[in-house]
């Protein structure tokens, strides 16, 4: 009778301890992996975030290619790491679960069977003494009964979770087809939008002589907000044109709608089909990456090497925004550094405005861009813009800038708008305060 007690919890000693012991030397060194899989995928994160905080200017840009391969080289490399743990988990948990599975659960019932089996007599429901085959029958049975009836409760009530979950993740991803769908069917509709513009009904054409216009365009926000009524106006290559007026007047919402990030709602836009378009936001972006990937942004390393660019010609760049010595204090082109944080804010607009040289656009759209730089070198950036043929459309508040430019479209804030030239006069004050100008 003492060694029936005994046995048992002993059994279970020695096969808790065994268990412990083969996990252990079997268990490879997880810490590590899984720390560098949170790495990755906090650096996957990180990716994500920038482009949802930079979306507007990197649309602007064009840069959906760069962003792609750099989030598609964070997400490979956070599912290799992933997929390397789990070939490293695989044997450790074919082993853990057998051991669970089967020695562990063996004893268990070796441990409830021993008093039944064993004891000298056992009564059934009637009274009478049952055979030890009996007994094993009914423990058999009720075990089974008892195992399969929590496995289909746990399937049952996994299954159901699974399902809604499906259901959710289904109707997010439907609705999202149904707007691209929309989008690119040119039938883009918001229910907040203000009755007068339910739906994108303008026309957007190419123009035959390279000109940017713009007839009875409003600008409406994406929330309703009809910013201006009706603008009409024709920028032509070698013109340029000022944008001024009080903050939140339209001004950047106009670049939007040029170059299409903004839907046109009414009247017609023509955009020029063989010339190209380079917006440099207020806010300068820089993309992750190495000090030359900053200046060919949104080109990728290979289409510079296609276009037969070399450093030579992005140092060209650099030294018409007065940057030259930044390359050496940074440790050449291709040193890679956090530049957003690395790099002063006038730096920063000035390496944006080096892109602007690198892709030689036909226009560049200015929205402020050089509010941080001082005015003599701002003077020679945009006297070198136009020396290479680069028709500006500057948002500014500076009154330095106007002599840069042909004409000044003014709004006042209030849905108004005036086109005007700007006058001589102004010009050759500023030529004689300064003969930079
Ligand atoms: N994404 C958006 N969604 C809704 N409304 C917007 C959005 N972006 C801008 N607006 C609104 O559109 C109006 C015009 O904004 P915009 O950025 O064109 O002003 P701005 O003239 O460039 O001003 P600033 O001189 O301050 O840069 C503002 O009232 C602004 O609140």
């Known amino acids: 009778m003492i060694a029936h007690n ?52 990197i649309a602007f840009y064009g840069g959906h290619k ?9 997400y490979k490399s956070l599912v290799d790491q992933k997929n390397r743990l789990l070939c490293q988990k695989l044997w450790y948990v074919v082993l853990e679960q057998f051991l669970m599975k089967y020695v562990w659960s063996g004893t268990g019932m070796v441990m409830v069977s021993l008093p039944i089996l064993m004891a000298s007599s056992f009564k059934s429901g009637n009274g009478t003494d049952m055979a030890v085959s009996d007994r094993t029958q009914y423990l058999t049975t009720a075990r089974n009964l008892l195992l399969s009836g929590a496995d289909a409760v746990e399937r049952l009530m996994s299954s159901y979770k699974e399902i809604v979950e499906l259901a959710g993740y289904t109707g997010r991803v439907s609705s999202m087809l149904d707007v691209f769908t ?25 123009s035959g002589d390279g000109s940017i216009r713009l007839c009875d365009v409003p600008i409406v926000t994406p929330t309703g907000d009809i910013v201006v009524g009706s603008l009409s106006l024709e920028i032509k290559q070698g013109e340029h044109l000022l944008i001024t007026g ?23 836009l023509h955009r020029p089909k063989n010339a190209t378009m380079f917006y440099i936001p207020q806010r300068p972006y820089m993309s992750i990456g190495s000090l030359r990937e900053q200046v060919i942004y949104p080109d990728t390393v290979e289409d510079m090497k296609k276009k037969g ?20 204090r940074e440790g050449g082109w291709s040193a890679v550094a956090d530049w957003k944080d690395i790099l002063s804010g006038g730096e920063k607009q000035r390496v944006a405005i080096a892109r602007m040289f690198y892709h030689k656009p036909s226009f560049a759209l200015l929205d402020e861009c050089t509010s941080a730089v001082s005015i003599d070198v701002e003077s020679k950036i945009y006297q070198a813009a136009k020396s290479n043929g680069i028709t500006l459309l500057t948002i ?35 030529h004689i305060i300064n003969p930079l100008y």
């Not at 903050?247 to 009414?266: D, H």
């Not at 070399?310 to 010595?325: Q, S, Y």
């Open 309 to 328: 660019m070399t450093d030579d010609v992005l140092m060209e760049c650099f030294e018409r925004v007065a940057l030259g010595p930044l390359v050496t």
């Open 182 to 206: 929309e989008v690119a069917e040119g039938q883009y509709t918001r229910p907040s939008i203000t009755a007068k513009y339910t739906i994108a009904s303008g026309t957007v054409l190419n």
């Open 66 to 74: 760069v962003e792609l391969t750099h989030l598609e080289a964070a």
């Open 6 to 57: 005994v046995t048992g919890p002993l059994l279970a000693v020695v096969v808790i301890g065994l268990t412990g012991q083969v996990l252990r030397v079997v268990s490879p060194k997880f810490g590590a992996l899984v720390s560098v899989e949170a790495e990755r995928s906090a650096y996957l994160r990180s990716v994500h975030s920038r482009l949802i905080t930079n979306a507007e200017e």
């Open 246 to 268: 009080p903050n939140g007047c339209g001004k950047s919402s106009l670049f939007r709608v040029i170059c299409g990030l903004w839907p046109l709602y009414s009247g017609t």
């Open 396 to 430: 500014s508040h500076r009154p330095t800038l106007w002599q840069f430019h042909d004409r000044v479209l003014q709004f006042d804030g209030q849905g108004n708008w005036e086109l005007k030239d700007v006058p001589a006069a102004l010009v050759s004050i500023f």
